[in-house]
């Protein structure tokens, strides 16, 4: 059986229970804490060098770690992931903009003011990412404005990597008020066949 | 033929480059000064929203951004992307750590040292970027010291992806003195049959 090494308060964790349950794998769960340091002992950097959650391990012992990385592996050969070359790079290149322009600010920022000190330095943190965030979901809203889904208007791992922090981007400072694109997109995600909640995939823990 | 927009001082621009030569696909290219303010003109921008160097234009009009999925998308069915699932995602596990722990931190402090004045500010980013940039070379290190190739034991755009800025890595503070497997590394990929050099692939421009 698959091992998931999670956080459940990690939205990167999230996109990678949503896949194995939407696709039917089995996997068990174990939860590491990263606010205890549990992603940095000895053991865990055994597994995964980079000390990072989510990390998925296989049954005989290959492991496989970077969350979008995971959720294209694991959706491969589905209706997740499309076929036609050209479309799978368009969901690629939604899942790249996700790391390097979304979610370094609209994560980094709810993290920062769910579990930091609101100190002088993180106050300059947030504002830094103020800007580069709303852009990111202005983007996403300039492109959902005429687009049912992410890619080939067929909800996809694209969807589900952009939901994972998107619909929390309230508890990271912002607000979807003005972002009704988005807002019917968040819903249409969450009305999609076998969708399960972070809560629910996580088994209530956050 | 491909369009190919991009900007000589990019490393992200030169994964593509490399991939294009590499694969023998032909392609123009139309440089954009980023430092001038080429690529948020309104003309770009309705190319690419977001607005960044590399993007793909094909014939028939269609376009690709993120380096990183266009390598991906350019080596399909090439001996540059292994067939193997797990090898692939293997490769997408190295290019979107490539992006998320590499590039942000190395990548950018070459950027700041070289086109930015040294200010306090500018001075306190490429401190808080030291550490992560470190630890992404130890990170790789580790790895190549029992590795010729970052998957598989064969060059891939995983290689290429990690060599364009890690090969330049002085170039933002980051001596490569103490990492002799990345130097040792750094000479495989250069000795890969067709390689071109930063410089060569971009007609000389830098």
Redesign the interface.
């Known amino acids: 059986m698959l091992t998931l090494y999670d956080d459940p308060i990690s939205s990167n964790g999230y996109k990678v229970r949503l896949i194995l349950l939407l696709t039917g794998k089995p996997f068990r769960v174990v939860n590491l804490d990263i606010l205890n340091g549990e992603t940095r002992t000895p053991e865990f950097l055994a597994i995964n060098?980079?000390g990072k959650i989510p990390t998925l391990v296989f049954e005989d012992g290959?492991v496989?770690?970077?969350?979008?990385?995971?959720l294209?592996?694991c959706a491969?050969g589905t209706d997740y992931l499309p076929s036609e070359?050209?479309k799978?790079?368009?969901v690629?290149?939604w899942?790249?903009?996700e790391?390097?322009?979304h979610?370094?600010n609209i994560a980094t920022s709810r993290f920062l003011r769910q579990h930091r000190e609101l100190t002088e330095d993180v106050l300059a943190m947030l504002e830094a990412k103020k800007a580069p965030g709303e852009a990111a979901l202005a983007?996403m809203e300039?492109?959902l404005t005429s687009h049912i889904f992410l890619v080939a208007e067929s909800f996809s791992i694209a969807d589900i990597a952009l939901y994972a922090y998107t619909h929390v981007a309230e508890e990271g400072g912002f607000a979807l008020d003005g972002y009704s694109a988005i807002r019917a997109w968040i819903k249409r995600v969450e009305n999609v066949p076998g969708f399960i909640s972070m809560s629910e995939a996580s088994g209530g823990a956050v």
């Open positions: 060098p980079n290959r496989l770690s970077e969350s979008n990385a995971i294209f592996h491969e070359p050209f799978r790079a368009q690629l290149q899942l790249f903009w790391q390097y322009s979610e370094p983007l300039r492109h």
